[in-house]
């Protein structure tokens, strides 16, 4: 262990010793099934380091000490929670640096159910908090990975299904708390749905992956939850035809809960969990979209235009008749995930995983990426099911690998590459909700230029000059620059 690190627990475990009432609860771990649990996320091949300690704390007074002991020590720390990041944001680069595990940070502080808004810490679930809201009758848009808690979904802008009505996790955020690299703790606005108060410091931090400072409450813009709602699905002989339907029906302008694609591969996929044959689905790709409204004329009025917008070219049309009709019809999308590797099951003697990777464009190209993403896969020789939140021109490609196939692999991220660089192309982003991290810092650069990222180091450098914030992450820290 480095004398830093050495130094900054035995500052930490003085202050839970001689000050028990406000930092009793903090916990200092270094066993090996922790630092071996915390030295991973979800992403996936890329390097990261086991860290010396993982402190746990449970307040923001002890995010406060850990960080102006960590400052004036230099000693990186990293934020985590759920630990369901895609591309590295809550693993060590350095080895001589600590895990600030925020997970029992979980209260629901404060619920404003008049106002809108709710008060949370940053290791409350989104699952969680909107089983809290439902008496409420109002609920949290942004519906990421099953376990990602807000913390997180805050540092990678996260969105999700509903983002299609509702925006992203920046649109979704009024105000946060935040815990700056020396440990001093700022608030960035007040509960107002509007303001026009000053730099917007919430969007400053939200997007930037613990890398400016770590978030220890943040006060959410709740919607009421839709009393009426009906779920449809549409199934079409090609990608192309479902994404040319998907582009009129967004131009149309009918407000649709969900807009979603998943191809046919992805449908295979699904259907090798389903037992009972009479529930299959047929393996077309489909679009799924999801009717709400205050009315049952609202959901009328949607279904009528999803119809419409199907236009003569639709092979299949399912509306559900009841909650567990929808559920069924949702299944497609909640498994694609988790039921992907079953498309390669029959092959034995390997070990397979997923890489996931994501873009997006402007809605009006979306036909031309997923049509060239399909061709790269194809020419790439990988199994990749894509599933695409495409009223907002975001998909992902789930590419199935051997994980012990360095030739696969590498494959797969030269694919992950090409989809990116030809979003770019597009107008587009490397990434639409997954955020960059470690995986992803080679396109950046090419998306925003060097002007905006050497504005994104001097930030940085003004905000944590002893880079001890997720270091590593976004981009590479250079050298002061004049702007």
Not at 92 to 111: A, K, P, Q
Request: glycine fraction near 8%; proline fraction near 4%.
């Amino acid at each position: 262990m480095s004398p830093a690190v050495e130094q900054l627990l035995v500052a930490l475990a003085a202050h839970v010793q001689t000050k028990p009432a406000e930092f009793g609860s903090l916990r200092i771990r270094t066993d090996d099934a922790t630092l071996r649990r915390h030295s991973r996320d979800k992403s996936y091949h890329h390097e990261s380091q086991r860290p010396r300690a993982v402190v746990a704390v449970a307040s923001e007074a002890h995010v406060s000490l850990v960080l102006s002991l960590a400052n004036a020590l230099k000693v990186p720390v990293v934020a985590y929670a759920a630990g369901t990041s895609l591309e590295a944001q809550a693993t060590l680069i350095d080895h001589n640096g600590i895990i600030l595990d925020c997970s029992e940070m979980d209260n629901v502080v404060t619920v404003h159910e008049q106002d809108f808004d709710c008060v949370v810490e940053p290791g409350v679930g989104w699952g969680e908090l909107r089983e809290h809201l439902k008496p409420t009758g109002l609920f949290f848009p942004p519906d990421p990975g099953a376990a990602a808690c807000i913390g997180g979904m805050c540092g990678t802008n996260c969105s999700g299904t509903l983002a299609f009505r509702y925006g992203t996790m920046k649109d979704n955020v009024l105000s946060l708390r935040v815990v700056l690299a020396d440990g001093t703790v700022i608030k960035t606005r007040n509960r107002a749905v509007k303001s026009s108060a000053g730099y917007d410091l919430t969007r400053l931090f939200i997007g930037s992956e613990g890398t400016l400072g770590i978030v220890t409450q943040a006060t959410l813009r709740l919607r009421r939850i839709p009393t009426h709602s009906s779920v449809v699905i549409a199934q079409f002989p090609t990608l192309a035809a479902s994404a040319i339907v998907v582009q009129r029906l967004v131009q149309s302008g009918a407000p649709f809960l969900r807009l979603e694609i998943i191809d046919d591969l992805c449908i295979k996929a699904v259907n090798t969990e389903i037992e009972d044959p009479a529930r299959k689905f047929a393996e077309l790709t489909t679009i799924m979209a999801e009717c709400a409204g205050g009315s049952h004329d609202a959901v009328l009025e949607q279904l009528a235009s999803f119809k419409q917008g199907c236009g003569d070219g639709v092979m299949n049309l399912t509306v559900a008749t009841n909650e567990e009709e929808a559920e069924h019809l949702w299944s497609l999308r909640k498994r694609a995930y988790f039921s992907a590797t079953a498309l390669r099951q029959h092959e034995v003697d390997k070990k397979f995983t997923v890489v996931v990777t994501d873009v997006a464009v402007p809605i009006s190209r979306l036909v031309d990426i997923l049509v060239a993403t399909k061709q790269m896969i194809a020419e790439a020789q990988l199994v990749s099911p894509i599933v695409a939140h495409a009223g907002d021109g975001n998909f992902h490609c789930l590419m199935v690998v051997d994980d012990n196939d360095p030739a696969e692999i590498k494959r797969a991220t030269t694919v992950r590459d090409k989809m990116a660089l030809l979003a770019l192309q597009m107008e587009g982003t490397c990434t639409g909700e997954h955020g960059i991290g470690i995986g992803k810092i080679h396109l950046l650069e090419k998306e925003l230029g060097h002007g905006a990222m050497q504005l994104m180091r001097t930030l940085k450098k003004a905000l944590d000059p002893n880079n001890i914030l997720n270091p590593g992450k976004i981009f590479h820290l250079e050298s002061p620059s004049k702007l």
